[in-house]
């Protein structure tokens, strides 16, 4: 792979002779299961030490040097401004009689929290947190609107540490309640009918657990309100698990309650193909949790309507069913299947909106909705925009209607409404000045490793031509469960596709994309096929010429960041690029750090003799070789990330740097932000100057000329 075209000619002479910085090496050996191996940057992990900020600040510095000569920063910078203020709205969540929804406009940092009086047809700003910081560094996590739509409970964190606090706001006033609760990360919230009350879920807070232990333990309590001595929920009674019970620290409660008040209903997620469900009666006071799917490996989630549940499961089904159950008489045995697997994909749970079932299908990758009654008797299929996505649903059990929001990759957020007969209206659209028809999806299959169809959707302008060197960007994530269905991408429509470029984003095993067996085949010691099916689409790509492997540049955040180490760690030669945001790139240590044993289910620990030798087959931290030519890495991580601990992308910067052969002409560059954090929540200032580094970095290698 010669790159000798794209040498930083822009650069002055000393910039070309500048070498990244260089770390100290001071080997630690570990011996995992007899075989002793090396880690020559451990002193890397301990982020508060004054050397590991030192290293931090020259790489920052390097990284600045580069980037910030190439020409056309500035350009780039007003059209990014431009695209990013392209807004975003969610479908509303209905209480009482009014509409709650999220927006956020223009150069707004975080989204705002709007109320529609169903009456008057008016909106007004109910929850704006922009006001709290001035760089926009307090974000608004999540809220839920009580079912009479008197309150909102909402969680604020700083500085992308997700770590919320709970806040009540009356929705009729606007005045917030003294209640404040603190370590309500990712909160989930059950409101009582009457809003006297909430069930949550909560973190221990430090001191109340063995240290290290805070980041788990997540358990449900109940709230009450207006109770001036317990504002901040410390006398809250500990609702699951119950008195003198226990679950695993790594388990996930999440709490909901039927229409009546009567049923309270704890999901328990164990890892992401296993959950648990836990049903009590509240109108009897000395009844106990009743676990009603205990031990078996499938995914349940259910909703409560006037005693009855209806569970979305996998069980016996890869692609999902729905069961009907009475709450009295939960047991297995008394389950009546109501809507039989089809050939599509149940996303998420049957929703309960007007007493109708919402259900949101996933085809080839793409999003369907269908209506069925309480029996299962289907009412209608609703039909979509475009192929794209249905990103959130929105209604209550008694509402007259439902609401959903749709997205493309060329199509910005907009939301319609459904009647309970199926009919739909567009409620709200965010402008964008962007239009679709100059745009083409294709969808394309190839061939992975072992034979498996993998399917990318590849998006360009109309009329492109296969030229067989194309700027391209392939994207992918590949695990947890989670599917790469079409999204509104701000920075690729312009930036990359009026270039002439082309932006694939290919659906890898590990997903949900095709039910239950497509995730399992890139889990755990299958997780090579998720980095075969990626190698499988570049390769198709290149044959297929939409591009070669010089103008070929891949990118992923998370656990897609661990999917860019492992492509360049094992195909290198492929791309001439590489965008690895808050990845996870030490698979031997990666439990070892913030929330990281929450993700064991999914990937393996090197703690068992078995997962370590599938962990170190793969892991790119442990394949760097010597002497060898990569292709220009840009990772990006950030000091408060409290999921993927930055030590990944400062580790393998350091290890690449000293052992790449790579000149100036493809750098290995680090950048750590601060004041953020994995990426939920960043204010658009952070996200404008993110995407000014990443594009100029990209059209830099790719040879884009603006």
Excluded at 514 to 535: I, Y
């Amino acid at each position: 792979m010669s790159q000798q075209s794209k040498f930083p000619d822009f650069m002055p002479n000393e910039l070309k002779q500048l070498a990244p910085p260089k770390a100290r090496i001071s080997a630690v050996t570990d011996d995992y299961h007899g075989e002793k191996i090396s880690d020559p940057y451990r002193w890397l992990e301990d982020a508060a030490a004054a050397e590991t900020r030192q290293f931090v600040e020259e790489e920052n510095a390097y990284t600045r040097s580069i980037l910030e000569k190439i020409p056309g920063r500035e350009e780039l910078r007003r059209r990014i401004e431009r695209l990013l203020t392209i807004g975003r709205i969610g479908a509303p969540r209905i209480g009482g009689d009014k509409y709650f929804y999220e927006r956020r406009d223009g150069r707004q940092n975080q989204a705002v929290v709007y109320v529609r009086d169903g009456r008057t047809n008016t909106d007004r700003v109910l929850i704006d947190v922009n006001a709290l910081a001035s760089d926009g560094t307090i974000a608004l996590d999540w809220w839920y609107p009580s079912d009479d739509g008197k309150y909102v409970a909402f969680g604020t964190s700083p500085n992308g540490s997700e770590l919320s606090t709970l806040q009540i706001i009356d929705a009729g006033t606007g005045a917030l309640l003294a209640d404040k609760i603190e370590r309500t990360r990712a909160a989930s919230v059950a409101w009582l009918p009457d809003s006297s009350g909430l069930y949550y879920t909560r973190y221990p807070r430090p001191g109340d657990v063995p240290d290290g232990e805070e980041m788990y333990n997540r358990r449900v309590f109940f709230h009450p309100l207006n109770q001036v001595e317990n504002f901040n929920g410390l006398k809250d009674a500990l609702i699951f698990p119950s008195e003198g019970e226990s679950i695993d620290p790594q388990h996930w409660p999440n709490v909901s309650l039927s229409n009546d008040g009567q049923w309270l209903l704890v999901d328990v997620s164990k890892g992401w193909t296993r959950t648990e469900l836990y049903l009590k009666n509240l109108s009897l006071p000395a009844s106990k949790f009743q676990c009603i799917t205990k031990g078996k490996n499938y995914l349940y989630h259910a909703e409560i309507l006037d005693g009855n549940l209806y569970i979305t499961t996998n069980e016996g089904a890869p692609l999902f069913r729905v069961f009907k159950a009475d709450c009295a008489a939960p047991e297995r045995a008394n389950w009546k299947e109501v809507i039989a697997e089809s050939d599509a994909v149940i996303e998420g749970r049957a929703a309960i909106i007007g007493k109708k079932l919402f259900v949101h299908y996933i085809r080839n990758a793409s999003s369907q909705l269908k209506l069925f009654d309480l029996t299962g008797k289907a009412i209608a299929e609703i039909a979509m925009p475009a192929l794209g996505s249905i990103f959130e649903l929105g209604g209550n059990w008694n509402s007259d209607l439902g609401f959903f929001g749709f997205i493309s990759y060329a199509i910005p957020p907009t939301i319609y409404e459904v009647d309970l007969n199926g009919q739909t209206k567009e409620w709200a659209r965010v402008k964008s000045g962007i239009d679709p028809e100059k745009y083409q999806v294709e969808q394309l299959w190839c061939n992975s490793k072992d034979g498996t169809r993998v399917p990318m959707f590849v998006v360009s302008k109309k009329g492109l031509v296969r030229n067989g060197n194309n700027p391209t960007l392939l994207s992918g994530y590949g695990g947890f469960n989670v599917g790469r269905t079409p999204f509104f991408n701000r920075n690729v429509m312009l930036l990359l596709l009026e270039q002439g470029g082309v932006y694939v984003d290919v659906q890898l095993r590990g997903g949900n994309e095709f039910g239950e067996d497509w995730h399992r085949m890139g889990m755990l010691e299958q997780k090579q096929n998720v980095f075969d099916d990626f190698a499988a689409a570049a390769e198709h790509l290149i044959a297929q010429k939409y591009t070669d492997a010089e103008h070929l540049a891949i990118q992923g955040g998370s656990n897609g960041g661990l999917l860019m180490g492992a492509a360049l760690t094992q195909r290198p030669e492929l791309f001439c690029a590489v965008v690895c945001q808050v990845p996870l790139l030490d698979m031997l240590r990666y439990q070892q750090f913030q929330i990281a044993k929450l993700w064991i289910p999914e990937y393996g620990s090197a703690d068992d003799p078995e997962q370590f030798k599938y962990l170190y087959a793969y892991s790119p931290y442990h394949h760097v070789k010597a002497r060898a030519l990569y292709p220009a890495v840009l990772f990006m991580t950030a000091e408060s990330d409290t999921r993927v601990d930055p030590m990944h992308a400062v580790k393998m910067a350091a290890l690449l740097q000293a052992q790449a052969v790579n000149g100036p002409e493809r750098p290995i560059l680090l950048r750590v932000d601060s004041k953020a954090g994995h990426g939920v929540g960043k204010p658009i200032i952070k996200l404008v100057d993110d995407a000014v580094d990443v594009w100029s970095f990209l059209f830099w290698q790719l040879d884009v000329k603006l």
